[in-house]
Every structure is written in structure tokens, then in C-alpha cells.
């Protein structure tokens, strides 16, 4: 068992930066790859980008290629999503999750994500 422990949220103006951290207890992280995803108001969960177990490698969804950047730090169970140049559209909650799948193909696909922590919210102003 994994839990997940969002934080870092809160209110920002569009343009700027906020630092997410995603931590577990229960069972080391470098046995999985960390996915974020978020959920804005009235819209479904999306994928927003994952890390694999290493961290050597990375996938992002296209809304958030180049001002979004996930990192991990194994050693201290935690998983960084660093957002800059926030806009609008970013509002929503994210979630940080667990997949222990090897491979990279299902990295998009939520329902491989064995542990979901319980999110944080964002919201970016105008």
C-alpha cells in the first residue's frame, strides 16, 4: 500500500509559478512511475504528465509541454510538479498517482494507477 500526499496549492496569478509536491508513505516510490493529473470544474480528469521510476524520463500532455516539469526524489518519496507561466486554464485540482507498471505505453491511461493521493487545488486568476 502507498499513500499520497498532495501539497503546494493555492491561488496564483496568470503568469506566475507554483510548486507542487506529491509525498508517500507505505512503500518506497521508486518502485512506481508518478503520473499528475488534474480536474477542473464540470470537465473530467486529464493526464498532465508522468516520470518514470528512475526519473530519467518524462511525458507531458501538449497544454503543458514547456511550462510544467515533473521531477522525483526518490531518497525522500516525493514527486515535484514545478508550474510556471500559469494561465487560466490551469485551474483545476491535481492529483498525483502511483502506476506499477513497467513500460511507458500506459502512462496516460489513469485506470493503470494503482494510488491516487487525495488532491490539491490550483487556481490560476486573470
Known amino acids: 500500500q502507498v499513500q499520497l500526499v498532495e501539497s503546494g496549492g493555492g491561488l496564483v496569478q496568470a503568469g506566475g509559478s507554483l510548486r507542487l509536491s506529491c509525498v508517500a508513505s507505505?512503500?518506497?516510490?521508486?518502485?512506481?512511475?508518478m503520473g499528475w493529473f488534474r480536474q477542473a470544474p464540470g470537465k473530467e480528469r486529464e493526464f498532465v504528465g508522468t516520470i518514470s521510476r528512475d526519473g530519467d524520463s518524462t511525458l507531458y500532455e501538449d497544454s503543458v509541454k514547456g511550462r510544467f516539469t515533473i521531477s522525483r526524489d526518490n531518497a525522500k518519496n516525493t514527486v515535484i510538479l514545478q508550474m510556471n507561466s500559469l494561465k487560466v486554464e490551469d485551474t483545476a485540482v491535481y492529483y498525483c498517482?502511483?502506476?506499477?507498471?513497467?513500460?511507458?505505453?500506459?502512462?496516460?491511461?489513469?485506470?493503470?494507477?494503482?494510488?491516487w493521493g487525495q488532491g490539491t487545488q490550483v487556481t490560476v486568476s486573470s
Open positions: 498517482a502511483a502506476g506499477p507498471r513497467l513500460g511507458y505505453y500506459w502512462w496516460r491511461d489513469q485506470s493503470e494507477y494503482a494510488y
Open positions: 507505505g512503500r518506497t516510490l521508486s518502485h512506481y512511475a
